[in-house]
């Protein structure tokens, strides 16, 4: 006859049953107070709990140093120096940084056990507007507690005009952090004139949204009140909320007129732009060339792109999703009407961007008339440098962009343009000073072959030598 087995814990496992002990059983829904030899401790979690309170502590003691624009001259000097970088850098491109006209986050923050909002400047320098305090102030009242303790992030997107477009990241869970959102979007609306707009995101996996590295996670947004398309200062082009532009926006606004004047460019001559984001710079210099196209693969890049396409007055523009591809590159040129005409080609690469020899060999063989590369990474710069000389490129000129004062982050735009004197050693008409050119001989038809004369010398025998 089958005989229960009486055991509470039948459900343990090897490593339980030969040390660490379990919580007694649930009774009435609820756990036994337990004693504190019950609590299991692993030795790994241990280890990693105490190098994390030694990080932590670290990171108080010495906080990470946030460089100079002095600093920052002397780097980029000695990066010229140190990889031989061809030519001089042009004066610095830059501008005053507004507080006004710059995105601002309040995040939260963990440490231990607490929950803490903090105000992230887009400068160290920077002392917070009234918006932010306002917004602030306004999360640490009591019928907010709720909602407070739900939220992730809220991103202030400036428009480089005064404006804002707010997002709001945040886990609604429940009736009473939904109402808690809606109360907090009324105060933005009735308190807050200079809001445009509201939106709700949320990201998967569930890490905090930043513009700048967006393309590994899956955003969803739900529009409060406003558009989702926000303007960009008084240019008369429009931005994605969730597009990626620079957190200060003074010195990015007059980015397009920097270029212009760097390429002087002529009417008959055609712009690409790759990677572009909301084409701000495509969209600035289409009435400066005959044919525009941008190229991007994220969405809100396609909707403000084809929002400032619409904008324009040449209808000279066209945008295409896709990401910076060999493929698309050699069937995109090789059609007749691309073909044709001196292009330039405008590369803007984030800091974790490479690419690969096949797209440069790629865009080196479709022949433009200028490249134009804008980056922070020092190490990319100089691989791609070495990459476009070795395709017959030139460097022309190195334009040095501190477009966020006081981040600490820089970067370059190099203009390329091709070897036609023959600077690289690579000009046949310049080539006999370095090396030696063996040319091919002349092979006769066989109908000729008669009448080419063969002169034959005999060799003389032992006794015609004798004599």
């Known amino acids: 006859m089958y005989k229960k087995q009486n055991n509470r814990f039948s459900g343990r496992t090897a490593s339980n049953i030969a040390g660490n002990r379990i919580g007694k059983p649930q009774t009435g829904s609820r756990f036994h107070a337990s004693r504190k030899s019950d609590i299991r401790r692993d030795d790994k979690f241990k280890e990693l709990n105490e190098k994390q309170d030694v990080q932590t502590k670290e990171e108080k003691l010495a906080p990470r140093r946030i460089p100079s624009f002095d600093d920052i001259k ?97 886990n609604v869970k429940g009736k009473i952090s939904a109402h808690g959102y809606k109360t907090f979007v009324s105060f933005l609306e009735r308190s807050c004139p200079e809001v445009i707009s509201c939106h709700q995101i949320q990201c998967l996996p569930d890490h905090l949204f930043d513009p700048a590295y967006a393309q590994g996670m899956k955003v969803e947004s739900k529009c409060s009140f406003g558009n989702d398309l926000m303007p960009i200062a008084g240019t ?73 396409i619409r904008n324009l007055a ?17 069937k995109f040129f090789s059609k007749s009407d691309n073909a044709e005409g001196r292009w330039t080609f405008y590369i803007n690469l984030n ?59 820089f970067e370059i735009l190099f203009l390329f343009v091709p070897d036609r004197i023959g600077l690289l050693g690579q000009n046949p008409a310049q080539a006999h000073r370095s090396r030696n050119i063996q040319r091919p001989k002349e092979r006769p038809m066989r109908a000729n072959t008669s009448d080419i004369p063969h002169f034959v010398q005999k060799s003389p025998s032992f006794k015609q030598r004798k004599d």
């Not at 140190?82 to 030519?87: K, Q």
């Not at 690419?355 to 100089?382: C, D, F, M, Y």
């Not at 691989?383 to 600490?408: D, M, Q, T, W």
């Open 314 to 330: 040449s209808q000279n523009m066209r945008f295409h999703r896709s990401h910076l591809d060999a493929n698309f590159i050699s």
């Open 351 to 409: 800091e974790s961007d490479i690419i690969s020899s096949e797209v440069e060999h790629t865009l080196a063989a479709s022949r433009p008339e200028r490249i134009l590369l804008q980056t922070g990474n020092l190490e990319t710069a100089t691989r791609e440098i070495k990459a476009f000389r070795n395709e017959g490129y030139v460097l022309r000129k190195s334009i040095p962009l501190y477009l966020e004062p006081g981040r600490g982050k």
């Open 236 to 308: 008369g082009f429009y931005m994605h909320v969730l597009d990626w532009t620079p957190r200060i926006k003074d010195a990015w606004i007059g980015l397009p007129l920097r270029i212009k004047d760097a390429i002087h460019p002529n009417p008959e001559d055609r712009f690409f732009e790759f990677c572009s984001g909301p084409s701000y710079v495509s969209a600035t210099l289409a009435s400066c060339f005959k044919q525009v196209e941008a190229l991007d693969c994220r969405e809100s890049a396609m909707q403000s792109s084809k929002a400032n």
């Open 74 to 170: 002397t780097q980029v000097g000695a990066w010229l120096k140190n990889d031989r970088i061809p030519g001089k850098l042009q004066a610095w491109f830059t501008a005053d940084a507004n507080p006004v006209n710059s995105d601002w986050r309040i995040v939260k923050e963990y440490r231990g056990v607490q929950e803490i909002l903090t105000i992230d400047a887009p400068s160290h320098d920077m002392k917070p507007i009234d918006l932010v305090n306002r917004v602030m102030e306004q999360l640490h009242k009591e019928h907010l507690h709720v909602f407070k303790k739900a939220l992730r992030q809220i991103w202030f997107r400036s428009t480089g005009d005064g404006r804002f477009a707010i997002l709001v990241q945040v």
